[in-house]
């Protein structure tokens, strides 16, 4: 880790002193997002609003706090094969700030985030800086959580501890007036109570026996993304931008052996001038934990039924619809935004079967959201 | 962990080569007109994103390369 970190503080460094021109980044605005979403499938359903401000101060400092309340109700296969069904809340709460250093942005931001069983406290810092007439944008980013793990049904368990640390670096090059292209690298380590303390194994004879992980995970995540935009034909030459397309490519590998592939494609198009549509199609495949099993050795050391470690995979398809009125102006609020979400998700698992019917488990899940924002 | 040498030298190299063609590529400050519109973003709705990635996070057995998210689950 310490390698890594030296390697990225090194490449800044280079390309610092490399520059020949350097052009200021964009300076924040005053601005409020909002939006409303649901997800329904697999017997989960989870509601909730959010919403950020975000006020800008002298030109080149920015402060934001933003919320997020989660109505949980859960019956899913898990809950229902092995407890009982539940309803619950999660509230997050984040209180952020940036400043602009000459050419750099700097941001740091602290996270709560509270459930009856679970609390997090994280802390992030990032910086981003524009290098070569902003053609290359250099990024990176530090978090690290520290949480507290419950259990609602037995007062003995008491409060596990969990953390995590994430280190993501980002490099985004236009290579045209029209194409960019996007490299990411994402360390992760967990170290503590990584279990589910609600869910337990299946024995070779059907028994239920505690599940065990190890108690430290470190995973890593390559991500390639590129946008390509696509101009109207006039007789004068290009026009406006008519749509753009993404194609993103995920491969993640850790120390559990989980092995994954996520690739999407996203097409967006503006129907007239202020209305953008978009849809996205993604498909996401993964090989099982080593220590997963749909009925595992009672001597077995380390022991998981966690559908999210077995061999499975899923496609989501999703449809967006972005409109932008055009009267810019509403007293004090401009250039308002309404934009409506709609996906589906199919997941099939290949190892996990429901106990219920002997069968391998799949599901469908819905996921809608409606958002609202303004600058002011 | 056996491939991490290889890991830093493949990110080692593929940064070398982002910089290098950045040397190359120019595109010049009026020619960003396409690249500053909305549907040119990679993010263009945080709020939205981060409400996909805790999704993805929750429902598949590996996180990351996007960006960060933080907090409980809410999903046994």
Known sequence: MKYLFFVMVSLVLLLDFTAKHVMAIDPPEDEVSMVYNLYAGGGISVRGPAVIVRKEMMGKTAIEAGARVDLVSSASIDVVTQASKYSEERKEYTLGGSHIFGETLVSASYTLSDEPDYTSDTYAFGMSHDLFDKNLTLSFRVARSWDKVGQNDDPDFGWKDFSRTLYTASLTQSFSPRWLVQFNYEVSADDGYINNPYRSALSTNNALIDEHYPDARTGQAVVFRTRYAFLEETSEGPGRLESAIQMDYRYYQDTFDVRSHTGKILYQRYLVSNWLAGAFYRYYQQDAASFYGDRLPVDQLFRARDKELSTFSDHWLGLTLKYKPRRRTWGWIENPYFKAGYSFILFKYDNFTDPRNGELYSKEANVVSASFGFNY | ?76
């Open chain 2, 1 to 76: 962990m056996k491939t991490k040498p290889r890991i830093y030298l493949s990110l080692i190299l593929l940064a070398l080569l982002f910089s290098g063609l950045a040397g190359c590529a120019s595109v010049r400050p009026w020619e960003r007109e396409y690249l500053a519109d909305e549907a040119m973003s990679f993010d263009p709705d945080p709020l939205e994103t981060s409400w996909h990635l805790h999704l993805e996070e929750v429902s598949e057995g590996s996180r990351g390369g996007y960006s960060g998210t933080g907090g409980g689950c809410g999903c046994r």
